[in-house]
C-alpha cells in the first residue's frame, strides 16, 4: 500500500506480484474500491505485478470538488505511472473504470501493452439517470450513500448469486456504504459527461471487452458496440450482473489470462 502525491491530494495504490515481470493495472467501479479485485490477485499475481489504485473520489484516495471527468482520471492514472516509473502497462477496468480504459487507449495508446474493459460502455446512461442521483447524495450524504449500498446488490449481482453467496455481496456492497459521497457525486458526474462511441476506432492497442448476461446497468449491447468498434477486438460474456469478476470469479480470471499472455 502507497500513497502518490498528485497537484491537488494523494492517490492510494497497491502493487503486488513477482518484480519485474509485466505490470497491470486494475481500475475500480463506481462506488468501491482497489479491493473488488481480490478475486482476481491469486491468479493475476502468478504472472503479472499488479498495480491497484483507488479511483480519485474512492477509497483511500484524494476526494476534491467535482464533478469530475474521465480524462482526469485517466490522467491521474497515468501520474501514477509516471512516479512509479512504468513505462508501459496492460490495464483492465469495470464499468467507470472501463471508461477509463477506453480514455486511455484513444488518448495514450502508447503507454498500453493491452486493454480489458469489462461490464462497461462508451456512453452510460443519461443525465436524467445520474443528475437526480447526483442530487440526492449531495443533499442526504451518508444516508444516501447506505441506500445506494442496499438498491445495489440487485445491479451488481444476480439474485441467485447474493443468495448463494451472501458474504462476497456483502463485502462489495460495503464498499459503496463507505464511499465519500462528495467523491461519489463528483464520479457520477464523469461518468454522465463521457461520451467516447465515435473515438472508439482510433484505439491500436489489442483489445479484450467482458460482457455480464444479466448486466442492467451496461448491457452486453454496449459491450459488443464497443467490440464492433475498436479494431480486431476480442470479445466474453458470462453469466453475471454488473460485476462480473466477483460473480464469474475464476473464469473471468482465466478468460483475462489467455488474453494477456496470449503472444
Request: aromatic letters at 8%; glycine letters at 10%; one cysteine or more.
Amino acid at each position: 500500500m502507497g500513497f502518490v502525491k498528485l497537484a491537488d491530494g494523494e492517490l492510494n495504490y497497491q502493487l503486488e506480484g513477482p518484480e519485474g515481470a509485466p505490470v497491470l493495472v486494475l481500475s475500480n467501479s463506481l462506488g468501491t474500491d482497489l479491493q473488488m479485485w481480490d478475486t482476481q490477485m491469486p491468479a493475476f499475481t502468478e504472472h503479472f505485478r499488479v498495480l491497484r489504485l483507488d479511483t480519485r473520489g474512492h477509497g483511500k484516495s484524494l476526494v476534491t470538488e467535482g464533478p469530475y471527468s474521465i480524462e482526469q482520471l485517466g490522467r491521474d492514472v497515468l501520474a501514477l505511472l509516471d512516479a512509479l516509473d512504468i513505462q508501459r502497462a496492460h490495464f483492465c477496468g469495470l464499468s467507470m473504470g472501463g471508461l477509463i480504459g477506453q480514455w486511455l487507449g484513444i488518448n495514450a495508446g502508447e503507454r498500453l501493452l493491452k486493454l480489458v474493459l469489462c461490464n462497461t460502455a462508451a456512453k452510460i446512461g443519461s443525465p436524467e439517470i445520474w443528475n437526480p442521483r447526483i442530487d440526492m447524495v449531495l443533499r442526504d450524504g451518508q444516508a444516501a450513500m447506505i441506500g445506494l449500498r442496499d438498491a445495489s446488490i440487485a445491479r451488481w449481482f444476480t439474485a441467485d448469486f447474493a443468495q448463494a453467496h451472501p458474504d462476497q455481496a456483502k463485502r462489495i456492497t460495503d464498499m459503496l456504504a463507505a464511499t465519500s459521497p462528495q467523491g461519489y457525486a463528483a464520479n457520477c458526474g464523469a461518468v454522465r459527461d463521457a461520451d467516447l462511441r465515435e473515438q472508439l476506432a482510433s484505439i491500436q492497442v489489442p483489445t479484450l471487452v467482458i460482457a455480464g448476461t444479466e448486466d442492467a446497468v451496461t448491457p452486453p449491447s454496449g459491450s459488443l458496440f464497443i467490440q464492433q468498434q475498436v479494431p480486431g477486438a476480442e470479445y466474453a460474456e458470462f453469466y453475471a450482473a454488473h460485476l462480473s469478476n466477483v460473480q464469474a470469479g475464476d473464469a473471468f480470471s482465466d478468460r483475462v489470462l489467455t488474453f494477456l499472455l496470449d503472444r
